[in-house]
Nanobody, 124 residues
Framework: QVQLVESGGGLVQAGNSLRLSCAAS????????MGWFRQAPGKEREFVAGINRSGTTTSYADSVKGRFTISRDNAKNTVYLQMNSLKPEDTAVYYC?????????????????WGQGTQVTVSS
């Protein structure tokens, strides 16, 4: 069992930045690839970014490429999502997720563990 707790969400103006954190506990964090997903009201949960177990390989949705950066610190059991140049369309609940595999996945069904989510609201 892996427990995930997100933090760092909030209300920001367009163009500003936020950094989300996801703290993991329970199992060996470095055994899990990690992903960030988001869900806006009335929309399906969508992939934002993923990172492999060692932190050497990352992937991003086209909508955030060049603006968001995913990283992890296995010594701190934490994965981060640095979000720059935020847009109103980035408004959503952001979730981190873990899967017991080498590489991340862009499909939410491939993840076994989820956090409770943190709200990000970007005003225009």
């Amino acid at each position: 069992q892996v427990q995930l707790v997100e933090s760092g969400g909030g209300l920001v103006q367009a163009g500003n930045s936020l950094r989300l954190s996801c703290a993991a506990s329970g199992r060996t964090f470095s055994n899990y690839a990690m992903g960030w997903f988001r869900q806006a009201p009335g929309k399906e949960r969508e992939f934002v970014a993923g990172i492999n177990r060692s932190g050497t390989t990352t992937s991003y949705a086209d909508s955030v490429k060049g603006r968001f950066t995913i990283s992890r610190d296995n010594a701190k059991n934490t994965v981060y999502l640095q979000m720059n140049s935020l847009k109103p369309e980035d408004t959503a609940v952001y979730y981190c997720a873990a899967r017991p595999d080498i590489f991340s996945s862009g499909t939410f069904r491939n993840y076994d563990y989820w956090g409770q989510g943190t709200q990000v609201t970007v005003s225009s």
